[in-house]
């Protein structure tokens, strides 16, 4: 985890000093300061431990989290790490959330490793309710460079496996298309889904009666795979933030809230 407390007071570990005892926000017990040359600055539970808040993250999802922060702020936006919000059930912490000049809270939610889709309908609910405007961005796996091919926007792929989670992302964000992140790189791009179609060959056969039957020779949606297209793409300070709302909607098992929806507006094209 990226932030702790001491004497009562957050602090993030990339300007904590080895020294002070430090503690769990969520479970106050001591936890390590850890830096280095090959690792990004984070706190760390002493073991044993079951405190939700020690489940450990990648590098490249801490990496995210303090640069998408540190674009907020330079930028003079009041940003925060790892926000805890207190009315929330379950994991409480929001990895970046940020204030708007109104003072309503904006949710940034960068999502490495997959998360299940009732998990990810329940959290985007709890944003809902407390009035918290939220964005969710998948990262993206090198396989899409593998795959793909440049294109004069920016880069496709013509057969793509989205996980659950990025079905319903993509769902969420609607016509404007999701944001992507490359943990490579440390770029952003906007997504959109587009059906795959499968051809089926066609074929020919006589039945039982003699009489001759055809079938195939058409192109169908495809259940598994979508064209994934990906404009961009743009460093994170090139982003503006902008929000609208959204009605709740629920289509083939997927549920979307009535929420504020965020999206960023890129400076450059």
């Known amino acids: 985890m990226l932030v702790a407390e001491a004497d009562g007071e957050r602090i993030d570990a990339m300007v904590a000093q080895k020294g002070p005892m430090y503690r769990c926000p969520e479970c106050k017990s001591e936890v390590i300061l850890r830096k280095g040359r090959k690792v990004v600055p984070h706190f760390a539970h002493k073991p044993p431990t079951n405190c939700r808040f020690a489940k450990g ?6 990496e995210a989290k303090y640069l998408l922060f540190n674009a907020l702020t330079t930028r003079g936006v009041k940003a925060a790490l790892e926000y805890t919000v207190d009315t929330m059930p379950g994991d409480r912490r929001a990895d970046v959330m940020a204030w708007a000049p109104n003072g309503k809270m904006v949710a940034f939610e960068l999502q490495h490793t997959p998360i299940g889709v009732p998990d990810i309908e329940r959290r985007a609910g709890s944003y809902a309710r407390a009035g918290i405007a939220q964005i969710w961005i998948p990262f993206l796996s090198q396989s899409v460079w593998k795959n793909g091919v440049r294109t004069s926007t920016g880069w496709k792929v013509e057969r793509y496996s989205p996980r659950q989670f990025e079905r319903w992302v993509h769902g969420f964000h609607g016509k404007n298309g999701m944001w992507m992140y490359d943990p490579i790189k440390h770029e952003f791009w906007r997504g959109h889904f587009a059906a795959h179609m499968i051809y ?11 009489t001759e039957q055809y079938a195939g020779g058409f192109s169908r949606h495809s259940k598994r795979y979508k064209e994934l297209s990906l404009s961009g793409p743009h460093k994170a300070d090139e982003l503006l933030v902008k929000t609208s709302r959204r009605k709740a909607f629920s289509v083939s098992g997927y549920h979307w809230p009535a929420c504020r929806v965020v999206q960023f507006v890129p400076t450059k094209s």
Do not use: F, K, L, Q
Not at 57 to 62: G, Y
Not at 200 to 210: F, K, L, Q, R
């Open 200 to 210: 089926v060959e066609s074929s020919e056969w006589y039945d039982e009666t003699g």
């Open 57 to 62: 993250e990648t590098r490249a999802h801490m």
